[in-house]
C-alpha cells in the first residue's frame, strides 16, 4: 500500500458552512462567494473560505501548519455534516407535510364535488317528480324531516 | 269525491320509498311508476290487501327504489 488519502467533507452548502463556522465559535463576514472568518494571520491575514470551479468552498488562505489545517477543517466538517443532515431531514419533514397538505385538499375537494353531485343529484329527482305531479293534476306539498324529502301528492277524483 | 294521496320519501342519498294511497287496482303502481324516473331500479315492490280489492276506492301499493 502505498498511500490512503482521504478528503475531508466537502462544503457545499454556503448557508450550512456559515452555521458551522458560527458553532465552533468563528465570527464570518459573507462577500459573494467569500467566507471571511475572524481567524486572524499576520502572514495571511483573515483566513477565508472560497468557491471553486466545482462548486465547493474551500480554505483559500491558512498559514498554519498542515495538521492544524487538517483538525480545523475535519472540525468544521463534523459541524457541517450534522448540519447539513438536520437540513435534509427538515426539507424532508417539510416535503412530507406538503404531501400530505396537498393530499388533504385533494380529498377535500373530492368529497366537496361528491357532496355537490349528490345534492343535485336529488334536487333534480325531486323537481322531476314535482312537474309530473303537477302535469297529472296533483298538488304538492313539500317538507323536509331528518334529511329527507318528503313529497305529498293529492288530488280529487269523481 | 274521492282523494288520490301519493307519499314520496327522497332520503339524502336519493333512495325513494313511496307509497299510494286512495287508487285502485294496478293503478297504483302504474301511478309510480310515471312518477319516478323510468330508469329507477326497484328494490322491492309490497302489495298490500287493498292492491287486490280493485272495486273499492281504498288501493295501496309501497315501491322502494335500490340505493345508488
Given amino acids: 500500500m502505498s498511500c490512503v488519502v482521504k478528503t475531508a467533507t466537502p462544503f457545499i452548502d454556503k448557508e450550512i458552512l456559515c452555521l458551522a463556522l458560527e458553532q465552533i465559535g468563528c465570527k464570518i463576514t459573507v462577500q459573494g462567494d467569500s467566507i471571511i472568518t475572524d481567524i486572524q494571520d499576520r502572514v495571511m491575514g483573515y483566513q477565508t473560505f472560497e468557491r471553486d470551479v466545482n462548486g465547493k468552498y474551500y480554505l483559500a488562505a491558512y498559514s498554519y501548519t498542515d495538521r492544524n489545517r487538517a483538525d480545523f477543517v475535519s472540525e468544521i466538517g463534523k459541524h457541517y455534516e450534522v448540519l447539513y443532515q438536520k437540513k435534509l431531514e427538515e426539507i424532508e419533514k417539510a416535503r412530507q407535510e406538503a404531501i400530505a397538505e396537498a393530499e388533504r385538499q385533494r380529498l377535500e375537494q373530492e368529497r366537496i364535488r361528491m357532496e355537490e353531485e349528490r345534492k343535485a343529484f336529488v334536487e333534480k329527482q325531486k323537481n322531476s317528480i314535482i312537474e309530473k305531479a303537477k302535469a297529472k293534476g296533483y298538488s304538492v306539498k313539500e317538507t323536509m324531516a331528518n334529511n329527507k324529502i318528503k313529497l305529498v301528492l293529492v288530488r280529487y277524483t269523481y | ?68
Fill in chain 2, 1 to 68: 269525491m274521492a282523494e288520490q294521496r301519493i307519499t314520496i320519501t327522497i332520503d339524502e342519498n336519493g333512495k325513494i320509498n313511496a307509497s299510494t294511497d286512495g287508487i285502485k287496482g294496478e293503478m297504483c303502481l302504474a301511478e309510480l311508476q310515471e312518477l319516478l324516473d323510468e330508469n329507477e331500479m326497484m328494490q322491492s315492490v309490497k302489495k298490500t290487501d287493498e292492491y287486490y280489492q280493485t272495486e273499492v276506492n281504498r288501493n295501496s301499493n309501497v315501491i322502494k327504489n335500490k340505493q345508488r
